[in-house]
């Protein structure tokens, strides 16, 4: 089994906020979110999620316009179909889509569906679009060109319609009471900061010709982000600060200075270890972030009081649901809010 990357996509112009929308999409709207760790830009299509152990794919087309027509959404369904026909399994095949014209949809009010939710009249253009795209492509051989297969292809395709503004799709990334949820302006600059790194993913490597064995090993070429690095950097333009670093937090140093000297550095990258196990542990998303919600409560009703202080007054219960903490590392996390608030 093997996979040449052999596609020209690379070479057109990108509709970077489309495809920076369609990879929160994949990180935050779907059911099966949780299980995608690593988005993989501009290598099997636009963007392509894959789980922790690589044997998983979510293969991603996205496209901005926002009235294409039928037989225009046809040709660009050609690099899902490439990779259907290909030696890898990919297990989803979805269109991100800026838009459609009011010919593609049986039920208007559906911004998800399958074939099953395009009209009669605009699946035979959508087909003929895939056909004729597809006999333009070198990466298409001819025998695939085939009905019985592009039939199967349309069957397993999933249609997503972008209905979100920037702001809202980073909201999904952030589970906190909205009465703390950073102002529009800091959620757009968290969004562009998201598209900017993944626009920079493009330039990592150059991997046209490139033939992978298995579908992990994309990853030995740098071009991909992970739920890990986008949460960290959300966190972090939260706080205004890095999170996680080697600079001891100001409200941590009274307890930092009375640990041993020989200690303290071990302290501090056990706290930072903590934290970053707390922040990137996908099972504990929801109770990591009523963490962050009762710490920066806490903060904001007491701003004088010291770390110690602000340790004892959180809500025990939601603590004992963060088990990555311990005493030290939840102050040192305490301290880090405390900081971040005071900037």
């Keep these: 089994m093997a996979y040449t990357v052999k596609s020209s996509e690379r070479l ?90 009011s010919s593609l949809r049986i039920d208007d009010t559906l911004t998800r569906f399958g074939i099953d939710n395009i009209k009669s009249t605009a699946k035979p253009k959508l087909i003929n679009g895939l056909r004729d795209e597809c006999k333009k492509k070198t990466y298409i051989d001819d025998n695939d060109i085939d009905d019985t297969k592009i039939d199967q292809f349309l069957k397993k395709v999933y249609f997503v319609i972008d209905d ?14 909205p009465t703390i949820i950073p102002s529009e302006d800091t959620l757009v600059a968290i969004f562009n900061e998201i598209r900017d790194a993944q626009s920079g993913k493009k330039n990592a490597s150059v991997v046209e010709g490139v033939t992978l064995v298995a579908p992990d090993e994309a990853l030995n070429y740098g071009r991909h982000l992970t739920t890990t690095e986008i949460r960290l950097l959300v966190l972090n333009r939260i706080l205004n600060q890095d999170v996680i670093g080697a600079k001891v937090p100001h409200s941590f140093i009274d307890i930092y200075v009375q640990f041993p000297e020989e ?63 311990d005493v030290l590392s939840l102050k040192y996390f305490v301290s880090v809010i405390k900081d971040g608030i005071s900037l």
């Design 164 to 177: 979100q503004s920037k702001s809202e799709y980073v909201k999904k990334i952030i589970k906190l009471n």
């Design 263 to 325: 200690k303290r550095k071990n302290l501090l990258e056990d706290c930072q270890l903590d934290l970053s196990r707390a922040l990137f542990n996908t099972n504990c998303q929801e109770d990591f972030w009523k963490l962050f919600e009762n710490i920066y409560q806490t903060i904001l009703e007491n701003p004088t009081d010291k770390v110690e202080e602000l340790y004892r007054k959180l809500d025990k219960l939601i603590i004992g649901r963060c088990l990555d903490f």
């Design 12 to 101: 057109r112009p990108s509709a970077a906020d489309t495809e920076t929308k369609a990879l929160l999409y994949l990180m935050n709207f779907r059911d099966d979110s949780d299980e995608i760790f690593f988005f993989v830009v501009d290598f099997f299509n636009d963007l392509t999620g894959m789980n922790k152990m690589g044997d998983k794919l979510w293969d991603l087309q996205s496209k901005g316009d926002k009235q294409p027509s039928p037989y225009i959404i046809g040709t660009e369904l050609v690099t899902l179909y490439k990779n259907f026909v290909s030696e890898f399994e990919f297990a989803y095949y979805i269109i991100f889509l800026g838009g459609v014209s």
